[in-house]
């Protein structure tokens, strides 16, 4: 037990200096391009981790044209989709650096340190897409938040940069289908999130998924973090609060796990001593 309660302690620990690592690089190397929560120069990076594989990121982020050219149709979607825009290489960073950037990535998807209003529109959207938010709410938000993960579903942030209309559409109508058919990228989403079966969206004519995926791409590059909100500053002091809170928990778990461990000895002590004199007192 002791043994146990120290290897959870070390290991609550090395997860929290993990986090803190990848959010300085994530803040240092992918943050004037990338928000976790919103769409910039490049996708938005909620439920990265969850869409593409360990393996794949790290040779993405390392040389993301090396992929590109390689004839990888994902990263080959990306790249036109933003403009044929290239992607500064990353070769400095070793595996375990981009390791710690995911995991930052990871826990900031499900977990986000901001307040996020994630139902916010600014005004004067276009009736198309503000028709597409309520078709989002009436069949995806159940599941789905766009900026954040769910517990049951990723991010839907960029996913029309990621994917043609064509590909889009044929999931969303039957995942199971494009799943059974082989295709390598929803088979890895579907096992990243348990294989949660996604509900068949059939009934929705091809019109009604792209007003959807309409507001989804106009929703994807807004900054939602703070909206409608009276006092930004006092929210982002908040938030940055809730930041330290979080680093802080972690911090303390071996520090308690420490004082359990010292509180067992010392019943362990008590009760030999009882015992060696209870045996004295016997043999007298």
Known sequence: MFLILISFGLYAQKKSETYEIGKTYFRTHCSSCHGVHEERYGPMLASISKKRNTGWLVSFIHNSQTVIK??????????????????PSFEHLSEKDIEAILYYIEIESLQPGEYLN?????????????NGKQEFVD?????????????????LGSVTKRHSREWLISFIRHSQGKIR????????LYNSFDKHVMTRMEFLDAEEINSILDY????????VAYAGKINKDQYKKQAVALIKETSNKYNVVPIICFLISISMLLVMILQFYFLLNFINHSEK
């Open 181 to 188: 058919g082989g295709d390598l990228y929803a088979i890895d």
């Open 216 to 223: 989804i791409e106009f929703e994807s590059t807004v900054n």
């Open 139 to 155: 069949h995806c938000s159940m599941c789905h938040f766009i900026h954040k993960e769910s517990d049951f579903a990723p991010a």
């Open 70 to 87: 390689s004839g990888d149709l994902y990263a080959n979607e990306l790249f036109e989709k933003f403009n044929r825009q290239t992607m």
């Open 118 to 130: 994630d139902s916010h529109m600014p005004a004067g959207s276009s009736e198309a897409v503000l």
